[in-house]
């Protein structure tokens, strides 16, 4: 599991850019299911399961991550960059960043040295400010990158102690991982139902994959993956008692389905598998609000990774969460109902 | 020169802590040195013999050790707190990995954008409220990993595009390898070479070290702040990447001796070498420490343009590598030569 959520963390893959991580996840699920297909906007979308069966379950994590857009390259061959999603402007400053243009560029955000301080040391960059430096002539950088190209930060994904993972896009690459192990765990599977695995598209954005992709199916239940938010400096209030290695976190919400949830809660308590509650009194703010509300309406669920500094380069996930995740969706899955 | 330069900025090596750095470049100067000797505060210093007897003592210096951080304190929660090595200016801290002791891996903490107010998701946290996680859960289990004192680097990649390199610690590895290079070359005269400690905190290595060798001339390498990015105009740049070489008049330490200066412009006008000149009084260098040592050393300092000095990751063009080399280089024969 550590290997490929490395892997999903390194390609691109930004929102409205995910060809990259759409290509990787569409060549993994080809070796569980021969019905697997990418849109146009690059959903990725696998069907296993009873193909014939009237019912269908709908399996969802968003694909794509936060990032940036080039839309200038000036006189020098700096690059102007936009933000694709909910980029923190505090971690901007220095960061490292992949520049998605003809082929993938190691790039830096200008900033100026301790050196020559405006004294404003207290002030998080403006995003409107945000120029990329390649360290390449005009030229080259005019040859290879062109505006509209993606730019996600780059982290190089590592292992803290107590299979802690830290890398930029967990959000949700760590979503994205559990839903292709858990193909690898049903595929031999004797499934009642119809099963839907859909990595969709530009959640950061428009949510243009959970609000499109569902129109064409017939779901009667859905759950979508996603991460959510831990224990950590700052963080008060309910988040404050979620801790990393404890297990998925299921979501009570208005928007989403009371039966679903307590189903998933008995789940777990039957089968020893630890969760943790994550109490949203209106929308849920993921993918999940607009499955809910699709066609004409679709009893859904959300089941969270917990997660620290969610949105920059040190996103933190405990494996073990990830694989309770998994084990929990696969009873969901494989239990006769 | 790459693969060294790749080889010491890799490396980790803060101020007070530049043990791993020194061990590397006694390795690499070892078969071509005719003495070196560590001093008590932890500085290489070197000599090697050229092909004459120079009319003048000269001492080369670059700094080896980096800007980081030390470990402080570890809380209930697990967390490391830990205070800067040289100066870092807060905005480049959010969400950086980091390698503590060489070996234990971390991150900076970052709250979360969405349960930050407007106010806070502008600002920058002080170090008070920063906190490094390397996934302990407590103070017991992260004690079995991380001390206070210990020693924290940025954790980031090397790359050399070809055209500019991307690293940590190019100050002041890159005039460490520029260094060492010269010892393993043949040398016209004899001259003395010194890897020095702690220029990021207060220059105590040099210090000493120009006290010890007692130089006539001392030329300092180091890397300078170039400024030449969107949005900075004119002399705000102060220098420019791939232009050259960096001479200054004046820094925030030191008034460098005119006759060096003219002779470093003569010099690049008569071997086709790229120099330009600092174009504001900023920053400061080890050649404050050796100009005002004993009875005065003349000094000069030749400085690689850099771009993000004193952060994760700060990049210089190549070119500009061996502008430096060669302008110091031959600048250090006409020393030795009395030719000035």
């Known amino acids: 599991m550590k290997k490929l959520l490395f892997d999903l963390c390194s390609v691109g893959g930004v929102s409205g850019s995910e060809t990259s991580a759409a290509e990787y996840c569409c060549e993994y699920l080809k070796k569980y299911t021969k019905e697997v297909r990418v849109d146009y906007n690059n959903n990725v979308l696998a069907v296993l399961g009873n193909d014939k069966s009237d019912k269908t379950v709908l399996l969802d994590a968003h694909l794509d991550r936060i990032g940036f857009i080039v839309t200038e390259i000036n006189e020098e061959g700096f690059i102007k960059a936009e933000k694709c999603g909910g980029i923190d402007t505090r971690t901007l400053l220095d960061a490292c960043v992949i520049v998605h243009g003809n082929k993938d560029l190691f790039g830096v955000v200008c900033c100026m040295p301790p050196h020559l301080s405006d004294g404003r040391e207290d002030k998080a960059v403006s995003a409107d400010n945000i120029w990329i430096d390649l360290g390449l002539p005009a030229d080259k950088v005019k040859d290879n990158v062109s505006p509209g190209d993606s730019v996600s930060l780059y982290a190089e994904p590592k292992e803290l102690i107590n299979s802690r993972i830290s890398a930029s896009a967990l959000d949700n690459r760590a979503g994205v991982v559990v839903l292709l192990k858990l193909a690898e765990r049903i595929y031999k599977e004797n499934i009642d139902r119809k099963v839907c695995i859909l990595l969709s598209c530009q959640e950061e954005t428009f949510a243009t994959g959970a609000k499109t992709v569902p129109f064409d199916l017939n779901i009667d239940e859905s759950v979508t993956i996603d991460v959510s938010f831990a224990s950590q400096p700052g963080v008060t209030d309910q988040y404050s008692n979620i801790k990393l290695g404890k297990g998925p976190m299921l979501c009570v919400s208005p928007i989403l389905n009371r039966d679903l949830f307590d189903k998933l809660r008995t789940i777990c308590a039957e089968n020893n598998i630890d969760y943790q509650l994550e109490v949203c009194s209106c929308n849920t703010g993921t993918n999940g609000d607009h499955i809910a509300t699709s066609k004409s309406g679709v009893k859904t669920a959300l089941v969270s990774i917990p997660q620290k500094n969610m949105h920059s380069q040190a996103e933190i996930v405990d494996l073990k969460d990830m694989e309770s995740t998994v084990n929990l969706l696969v009873v969901v899955i494989c239990k006769r109902r | ?340």
């Open chain 2, 1 to 340: 020169m790459d693969n060294l330069l790749k080889k010491l900025c890799t490396a980790n090596g803060i101020s007070g802590d530049e043990k791993s750095i020194r061990d590397i470049i006694i390795n690499e100067i070892k078969d071509y040195a005719n003495d070196y000797r560590v001093d008590n505060l932890g500085n290489l210093i070197v000599y090697k013999k050229g092909n004459n007897t120079p009319e003048n003592k000269l001492m080369i210096s670059a700094h080896m050790d980096e800007v980081g951080f030390l470990v402080s304190d570890i809380t209930s929660d697990g967390l490391i707190k830990f205070s800067e090595v040289g100066g870092i200016d807060r905005r480049v801290l959010p969400a950086r990995s980091v390698t503590i002791n060489n070996n234990v891996k971390g991150v900076i903490c970052n709250k979360p954008i969405h349960l930050c107010d407007s106010d806070e998701a502008k600002s920058i946290p002080k170090y008070d409220s920063m906190y490094i996680d390397i996934g302990a859960d407590s103070k017991d289990e992260a004690q079995k990993y991380v001390s206070p004192g210990d020693s924290i680097t940025f954790d980031t990649f090397y790359e050399d595009n070809g055209f500019s390199v991307k690293s940590k610690a190019i100050d002041d590895r890159a005039g460490c390898s520029m260094m060492i290079k010269m010892i393993q070359s043949e040398l016209e005269y004899d001259m003395y070479f010194t890897f020095v400690v702690q220029e990021e905190v207060g220059l105590n290595g040099a210090k000493v070290a120009a006290f010890s060798l007692n130089p006539d001339y001392a030329i300092v390498l180091e890397s300078t702040t170039a400024a030449d990015i969107p949005g900075i105009e004119g002399v705000k740049q102060v220098c420019n990447v791939n232009n050259g070489a960096v001479i200054g008049f004046m820094d925030r330490r030191t008034i460098y001796d005119k006759g060096l200066i003219k002779e470093a412009q003569s010099i690049a006008e008569n071997n086709n070498i790229k120099i330009q000149f600092k174009r504001a009084v900023a920053g400061g260098n080890d050649a404050g420490a050796i100009h005002n040592s004993r009875g005065g050393v003349r000094t000069l300092a030749v400085s690689l343009p850099c771009r993000y000095l004193h952060s994760q990751i700060s990049l210089i063009a190549k070119s500009d590598i061996y502008d430096v080399y060669n302008l110091a280089l031959i600048l250090a024969e006409r020393i030795c030569g009395g030719k000035i």
